[in-house]
């Protein structure tokens, strides 16, 4: 725009559905992966990390090209060398794609974990964004329940230290072998074919090429026109079930409660025997916060060897939602710094730094903010209660003596307690007293 020969520049915004985490909201994403990384560090997993950008092909092959992700959904561009490469959608197909890169799952067991940005072009509404955030977890080269139920136990574990395990449920569901469903799903395309008329376009456009994503339809028509369809347990082969059963046991000898929930098919390809989800009804419509199972087939389906494996992914954006709407965040995670030093009158900028660092050195755990661009002092103490910080150190120069004498003062910005200090370097061990022994 030119206004009065003035070329004003239009500010920019950021793309629609990727959020900012501003400074406020970062302090309880940070609790959250605290937390988050102590249960995983607790059952002995080990952080991976791997590429944003990952050829188009291992989606492709690893979540299934007629999956909504794949077909509708994906940041999939040419680079400037020509190959088409995509935006990660979720992180297993990148971890199986590194680990088996890398060696780690020939003959191996593996516990891994990873957290980071995921893009999917979905329509932004809350709890849904085109850029979200996913703590994952996946184990590699065991076959029999226990470990479905170890990654289960650990998302259990989360929730029960985030103070959150009555507002979610687990649901979960036997899916069988991708042979089963196979059959399935021609059985499932045979019965819609007699129901065609009571379907909506979506529906029918999925009738052939993934009929089971059918069943999730929010549409009434459709759902009753499913009410006598095939059920996919009726599909399902025996040593599936057996694992189930077992699974379930556990489960409920662990006291995890869970409901099963025969519709439940999520939809990524790759999974096979249990999958779940834990959901919550303080979200509204979003109310997926974590999903799972096992895919046993992944890995060989890209080119490694048969490796059992499974894993879930949680959707951070919702647990801060739920989190904070919970009001289940402590003060203490969400206080942004500790100490504010004021610097009245000139030419104690060097005093200032040094108690500012013997604080620092003495309490590694408290932030201790010094006070940059001079000023009067009312509007110094304004920057400390605006800082957070729950005391205010006060050091100014004692009149224009020649011999100029330094005096500190201590003030609880919480409740305006003070405590003089006419020794500098008595000041770091006089803050202690204002914080609680667990603090410092
Ligand atoms: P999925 O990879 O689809 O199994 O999703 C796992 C979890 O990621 C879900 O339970 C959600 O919590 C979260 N999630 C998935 N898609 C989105 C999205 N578009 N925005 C925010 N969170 C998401």
Redesign the pocket.
Known sequence: RVISGINIMEKLQAIRGMNDILPEEALEWEYLESIFYRVVKSFGYREIRFPIVEQTQLFKRSIGAVTD?VEKEMYSFDDRNGDNVSLRP?GTAGCVRAADQHGLLYNQQQRLWYQGP?F?H?RPQK????Q?H?FGVEAFGMSGPAIDVEVIQISAMLWKDLGLTQYLKLEINNIGSAQDRKKYAQALTAYLSGKVDELDDDARNRMHSNPMRILDSKNEAVRSALVDAPKLCDFVNQDSKTHFRKLKELLTELEVQFIENNRLV???DYYNNCVY??TTDTLGA?G?????GRYDGLVRQLGGRETEACGF???I??LVLMLRSLNKIPASALRPTDVYLVVVGGSLESEAFSVAEAIREKYPHLGVICHCAGGKFNSQMKRAYNSGARVAVVLERDGEATVPLMEGKIRSLDDGAESIVTEIDNIPEKIGKFFGNSEV
Do not use: D, P, S, T
């Open positions: 992700i979720e995921m999917r979905e709890g849904r964004y085109r979200f996913q999520r939809g990524l989800e834990w979003q997926a916060v974590c999903g799972g992914a949680i959707g954006e919702r």
